[in-house]
């Protein structure tokens, strides 16, 4: 079982202490700003949860609550604002937004050196060439992050099969790997013999939206399997369940390392916004060499 509960609570600590350093060193204190439209009650948990991580790491948040009817100008407005403000060093526009506002234009309006979600054309292209100083998505790195404490920092050579070509975690998730020099296979909804290119992974990346899809036979015996999936179904007695992309109860016989879900993947991306927050603001102010 790879535990992403405790390994990103760990993370989060050495984010505490770095943030910190900079406080002492440069009398700074990271700020990120989370904007949510309307009443979705998915979005307002992972906001609520948010908030609070980024208070407990030391840092400040500023939370906008916008009412479902707000304008696509206006939260434009509302970015420009955020954009131009330097007690702000990260702003997340919490996704999905309501039918009548353009989500790209949205994502396209925040400064690059501030979009902490890493959805930004140019950020995604920093990501594609491999520039440092990329903001990355937040749910790929966490994938990277738990693949490495599994099996160790060096990557290289590993075939990743990646089910999912998102631009949220499939497509980013590839191009980090590839940097890590994995051999990656991107697999989608149109794949053929998926089951057959799964199988000859020695990491897989589910990233689908799919209950239980993977089954233990797409797994190589001793692969590694990480599962971004959440998907809400109900339980034998009717109670709500969350469950991944990966049928985690067939296939943790047969794999390495598998990720669990909830406690996976889901706390390491939380972390990894307060990581890429506080990347944000050292790159912001010119500061090198605290690292997270
Ligand atoms: P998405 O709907 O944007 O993309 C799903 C991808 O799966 C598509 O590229 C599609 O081609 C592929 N797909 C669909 N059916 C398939 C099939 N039968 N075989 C192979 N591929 C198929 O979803 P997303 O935003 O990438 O999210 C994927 C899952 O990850 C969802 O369950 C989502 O809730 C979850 N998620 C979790 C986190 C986290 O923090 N843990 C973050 C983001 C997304």
């Known amino acids: 079982m790879i535990d992403g509960k405790a390994i990103a609570s760990e993370l989060r600590d050495r984010i505490s202490s770095a943030v910190a350093v900079l406080k002492e060193d440069h009398g700074l204190i990271p700020g990120l700003a989370v904007v949510i439209v309307g009443e979705d009650a998915a979005s307002q948990v992972y906001v609520r949860n948010k908030t609070r991580q980024t208070r407990e790491a030391g840092m400040n948040s500023y939370e906008y609550k916008l009412p479902e009817d707000t304008s696509e100008g206006e939260l434009l407005g509302e970015i420009d604002r955020l954009n131009n403000d330097s007690n702000v060093n990260g702003i997340l526009v919490q996704l999905p937004l309501p039918e009548h506002i353009d989500e790209s234009a949205i994502i396209a309006a925040i400064s690059p050196e501030k979009d902490v979600d890493g959805f930004h054309a140019v950020n995604s292209g920093r990501l594609m060439i491999g520039e440092n100083g ?35 975690v499939g497509k980013p998730v590839a191009m980090l790997l590839l940097q890590e020099n994995c051999t990656v296979t991107i697999t989608h909804s149109k794949t053929r013999k998926l089951e057959e290119i799964c199988k000859e992974a020695d990491i897989v990346i589910a990233a689908v939206g799919r209950a239980k899809m993977v089954k233990a036979d797409w797994i190589k015996p001793g692969a590694t399997v990480i599962d971004v999936g959440i998907n809400r179904t109900t339980n034998s007695d009717g109670r709500a369940k969350l469950v991944g992309d990966v049928d985690f109860e067939e296939a943790v016989e047969v794999a390495g390392g598998i990720t669990p879900v909830p406690g996976g993947v889901g706390p390491m991306t939380i972390a990894c916004l307060l990581r890429n927050t506080f990347k944000a603001t050292c790159h912001q102010n010119n500061i090198s060499g605290i690292d997270v």
């Open 134 to 168: 990329a903001l990355v998505p937040c749910t790929p790195q966490g994938c990277v992050i738990l693949a490495k404490r599994h099996l160790g920092s060096d990557l290289s050579g590993k075939h990743v099969v990646v089910i999912g070509r998102s631009n949220i």
